[in-house]
Every structure is written in structure tokens, then in C-alpha cells.
């Protein structure tokens, strides 16, 4: 069971109906405080299968490659007037964080970029990862499935909750908005995920999710998850 | 009052104006459809001044700005610890009113430094138009609001030469190193 007042937006289909051969969409649930506060805030979750090798094939490499030539100094300084990527700047102020000192993903990747001189492979999954955020702005992150119950969602933290059901899981701080399921938080929104929830060696099963927020199109969070799980899942 | 204050500038906008309302003040204000709406009110400002934010930024970049950049940024130097939550109607006030003054101080120092290129070309003109009347004056690019490191320098022709026999001309060196 998803907590009571569970919501999504109200304006736009709802993922499961969305056609395509991309990756089966689920439409994770919001708490009626944050759902109030930003009704058109949506998380979108899915599916994937990892396979055995982990590496990134010379494809991947050459995507980044790619991107790495397209992202220079200018184009991180207009992100910021880009629809998708403003769209993020402006939830991060309106959840209290500055997105000049926390970054917004898309904008980490690329000053990342711009200070290591290209987009840096490192396993197939985290690059599956950035190009999935160079390419549409939207962020995207990857759970271990192993351990979830039921779907996610987001919500604010109660008191005494722990990020991740690790032992050596941190507290959180009461009020702090995360991404859990429906039965602890896993992740701060924007943020880290929690000991022994990431994506790992062992892990054979991952869950994509990705965040919707007022002004973001559904169509690039489906492009977002659609990249990252296709470079991962290729057929 | 959201719907009033979100038709009108931020400028015109009372201060007070999506504070939230005295509890008790009257049965009608201060309820909780009234709050939300001061809420969004308040996130609709903070999204205006966010994009007018990056724009005043994006609008003055250019080689010899980034000092402005780094003053459009530096509002949020202090709220590096923030967590992301549900912010009070005085948290996003605050973070509306920062925003209003950062975007205020970036188009101050913008026009501050607009004024400063035009007199720089009011001079260049001149420079050029009489060139012996300024004498070894010396502008940059930077200074006009051009892009790379040349130096317009008025000098004399043929050198000592020129010097004496009163001919003057103005160069464009490289500038760079």
C-alpha cells in the first residue's frame, strides 16, 4: 500500500498507458503534503534487467565522446535558459536548495565535464546514467530492486527515519523531502541514496526512476528513462 | 491578493503583500486556501526572478563579465548546507527577497558597467577622430565590452618622427602576451 493521499499530476497521461516500445513506466505515488505543495510534481519508475558485463561498449564511449564535444563553456552557462533545465533550477529554490552551490544534475554533468575536460566513462550504468541527463536535462538514478517493497514515491522524512535500512543507515533530519518506498526513505530527492540501496556488482535487478517537476514535458522524462535503460538493454 | 500580486510587477508588488495573514485577523484571512494561495503566489514570483536571474546573467557575460557573474551567484554562498523540504511562507519570503536583490544588484552593476563601455567609445571616437589631441592614450577591449585582449593606442607615426612633426594615428596591438 502506498501512503493515504497518495497523488499524481492530474494533467497529463498517465505512464502506464504511454505507447512505445520503450521501457515499461510506472507512475510513482506523492504524499499529500508535497503533492499540495507541488501538484505537478510526478516520479516515474521502471525496470531493468542488468546485464552480466558491466563495462561500457565502444558505442557508449563514443556517445559521450560526442557529447563531450557539443557541451563547452557557453552551453553550461545557457543551460540555466533552457526550458528543462531552468524548470529544475526553479524546484530546487522552491524546495530550499540554491542551485548555484547544490547543482542541479544536468549542470553538475556538465561543469563535471568542463573541469575534466570531457564526459568521463565509468561503467556502463552511470554513463547510461549521464547521457540519459546530458541528452534530455531530466535526471535519472537507479536503485537496487533487490530490497524495495512496493512502489516508490516522495515524501517528507519523519522523525528518527533513516536514510536506506542499512545498519550504518545515517538519520535524516524530520521534514527533509526523499524518495522511499512504502517502507523507508531510500534516497534524498536531489540527492544521495542510501547505504546499501545503490546499484552494486551483485545487483541484477535495478529500478530506474527519474523526477518530474512543474514546466518538464513528460515526454523527455519517458526520453530520459527510455536512453538509460536502452544503452544498458541495447535489443 | 495571489492573483493580484502575480499580475503585477515584482516592483509594484507591496512587500507585505503574500505575507501570510495575522491568524485571527478575520475569520476569511489567514485560512488555509488563503495561505496556499500566497504560497504559490510566492513560488510564481520566485520562478520570475529566477529566470530574470539567469537572463541579466546570460545578458552581461561576456569576457570582461565574469566578476558580474560571480555577484549573480554569490547570494547562495551562504545555503550550501540546505536540504531540500517543504519551505514556511518566511522561507520562501526570504528566498523571494534574496532573489529581488540579487537580480537588482546584477542589473545595477550592468548598468554600471553599460555606462562605463559608452563613455570608453565616446573616447575611442574621439581617439580616433583627432588622434593627436590624445596623445599615448590607451584603451582596451575590455573596457568597451568586446571580447579579447586588444588595446587601441594612439601613437606616433614613423616614431620619434612622428613624435616631432605632430603625426598621430591609433593602433590596434594584439594585447595578448
Known sequence: MAPAGMSGPPDRPSPEAAPGDGPQLRRGWIDAPVADEFPQLALVECDLELPGDRRSSRGVRDQLAMLSNRHRGATALALRREPVAGAYRIFFRHIGLEPDVTRTPVEAAVLERLLRGGFVSRGLLEDALLLAVVHTSVP????????????LGIRAARDDERLGRAVTAPLIGAGRLVVADERSPLAVLFGAIGPGHEVSRDTRRAVLFSVQVAGVPFIHVDEALWVASSTINPS | VAQQTLQQPFSEVPRDACRAPAVGRSRRRGGPDETAAARRSLRAQIAKLERDLADTLLTCFDHASVDLAAAVAEGGAGSGAAAPRLLTLSELERQRDDLARRVVTARQRLSERATVH????????????????????????????????????????????????????????SGCP
Open chain 1, 140 to 151: 535519472v538514478w537507479a536503485l537496487d530492486a533487490e530490497p524495495l517493497e512496493g512502489r
Open chain 2, 118 to 173: 559608452e563613455r570608453n567609445r565616446i573616447r575611442l571616437e574621439r581617439m580616433l577622430l583627432a588622434p593627436g589631441h590624445h596623445k599615448f592614450e590607451r584603451i582596451a577591449n575590455r573596457d568597451l565590452g568586446l571580447g579579447g585582449c586588444g588595446v587601441w593606442q594612439v601613437r606616433p607615426r614613423l616614431g620619434l618622427v612622428g613624435m616631432l612633426a605632430g603625426w598621430w594615428e591609433v593602433k590596434l596591438s
